[in-house]
């Protein structure tokens, strides 16, 4: 549980801006993409224990992202954990829509993450699927993409709280 979100939100910021940065970096390394993989996993991990901690408003953690969805066309027994060359088919993308949550959650179980550099110099965007997901197929974000949800996420501080008790007992709490 996270009590003071203004840490965490301040991070995201930093993280925006950081990985904003990267869009005209051209030289990468090993060291390099490791960074920048922890930056989208701890980013998606903050974004996922605020909203946990309801320290986020339902319309962000609720907000519908827009990116590409590869269909799979490997071998689903395949023991491999690498992605190989011809295992989506990204000829065929498809626009696809994930919820926030439903994104950080295919980060933080990701079971392929591959920085999309189209000319190995100019960082486009994150090839990405969780365990379950990579036998159906593979998600495409942009990296503007990403620095907006941070940064919307970054700077969302709720005022209101609202909890509605429904007739069957349970009761419903709403974050604006």
Partial sequence: MIHESNYWKSDLLKLANTLERRLTQTRWN????????KEIFF???AIRKLIESKKIS???TQCKHKMKEFPYSGNSESLLTYMKDNEYDLASGETAYLTTIELCNQFIHSYHF???LPDEKHLIGFFFCSDRKRTSGIYMITVFDVVNIYRSVGSNYPTIMRRE?????KSIISIE
């Fill in 30 to 37: 090993d060291k390099n993409l490791f960074t920048i993989e």
């Fill in 43 to 45: 980013g998606f991990y």
């Fill in 58 to 60: 339902d319309s962000i």
């Fill in 114 to 116: 591959l920085p999309f």
């Fill in 165 to 169: 008790r429904l007739p069957n007992g």
